[in-house]
């Protein structure tokens, strides 16, 4: 029996037991830290398709917005109602140019669409308030002039419109 006070326990079991609850609580570690490697392996794996997926989803948008662009340069009717204008400034040419912005506008959602002549000034605008060329387009309509073909800009921001565009 249990005599002054002594423990029921050995000294050996106490120290076995702490060395099992050690061994428990360091593999429990060791196997969290296992999982949590592993999780993050996926999710960045995830995340990476997604990244994938999503350039490849931009870059088809951005070709085909160039192609759109292409397409409507080859559009006789409204280049020979540019030519006529740009050489006849008449409101009515005006009206009939812009009905026809208003509708590429509205097909492929642009917020602006305007007619520059060669001394880069605006001759036409849906908004009135982009009469005045930003400076974000003047290199990339350079390189557009010479090439004959549509180009984007990069990224920019005016007083006008803040956010990037």
Do not use: C
């Amino acid at each position: 029996m249990n005599q002054g006070g002594e423990n029921a326990f050995p000294r050996w079991i106490k120290f076995a037991l702490a060395g099992t609850m050690l061994a428990f609580i360091a593999g429990g570690i060791w196997f969290f830290k296992a999982q949590q490697g592993h999780q993050r392996k996926e999710v960045e794996a995830r995340l990476w398709s997604i990244a994938r997926l999503k350039s490849g989803q931009i870059s088809e948008w951005r070709a085909e917005r160039l192609a759109d662009a292409a397409i409507l340069m080859e559009r006789q009717g409204l280049v020979e109602s540019v030519r006529r204008f740009l050489s006849l400034p008449t409101d009515e040419e005006a009206s009939e140019i812009s009905r026809r912005f208003r509708t590429i506008k509205e097909h492929y959602r642009f917020r602006d669409v305007l007619l520059v002549d060669l001394a880069k000034r605006v001759r036409l605008s849906l908004d009135p308030k982009m009469m005045d060329l930003h400076r974000g387009y003047a290199s990339t309509l350079d390189s557009a002039m010479a090439e004959h073909s549509p180009l984007w800009t990069p990224f920019h921001v005016d007083p006008d419109y803040p956010s990037p565009h």
